[in-house]
């Protein structure tokens, strides 16, 4: 009796997992295109100005431009989000992640492929089977951090943590924004592609992802401080003489 319950919990497991709902998560197929812009501060920390540079274009795979992208999606917004806040809620007024990435690294040659490996059947992880969602892809420099909540995390804190990072810092979320039915089907919906209801990055479309560059409030250099502190004491001192 016992065995026979055991392989019937079994079965109802194996039959659980299958009915999974699931999304082709692969290196798409089509051009998936991550532009680095460096000649216009992000509006997502509320910057303003231009730095010198120009736009270094297309990203390429290696340590020194290293790029994550992750995929997020809502049942209640539509439209490519504009501020911090909207990352910030429930599936209902904001983007959540799905706990699905993407990078640029080496072993790719610079195109994006799944974080761990390929993955052609991914379960997201707020995702209900069978409900259809919208979907967008942000993209974000690796000095942010190797995970979706970490790139968020010093984004949030910009005005704390933007003086800490290392070399240039970039985010930006792609234009365009696709809506996908999650189903049993295996491996499931595409959600990258040129297809109608897709995530589609390519220039055809005039939607690359852009990530525009994040500016550091500037640190007075300890010589400057020492140097305002001196000229204070100089006429703190001669308003006494003077008295």
Known sequence: MKKITTILSACGFAASVFAQGTITWTAPSVAFIGQTNATAYSSFVASSGSPTGGSSGNTVGGATSLFYYALLTSTGLSTAPTSLSAFTGTLANSWMSTGLTMTNGTAANGRVSPVGGANSAAVSAN?????????????????????????????????????????????????????????????????????????????????????????????????????????GLGLLALRRRNK
């Open 127 to 231: 995702w209900a089977d069978g409900s259809t969602q919208n979907i967008i892809m942000v993209g974000w420099s690796a000095n942010l951090g190797s995970t979706w909540s970490a790139a968020l995390g010093n984004l949030n804190n910009w005005a704390v943590n933007g003086a800490g990072i290392s070399g240039n810092a970039y985010f930006g979320v792609c234009s365009s924004v696709g809506t996908q039915t999650l189903s049993t089907a295996n491996p499931g919906a595409t959600v990258i592609g040129a297809n109608s209801g897709q995530i589609n990055g390519t220039a055809v479309t005039g939607s690359p992802l852009v990530m525009n560059l994040l500016q550091v409030a500037a640190v007075p250099e300890p010589s400057t401080i020492a140097l305002a502190g001196l000229g």
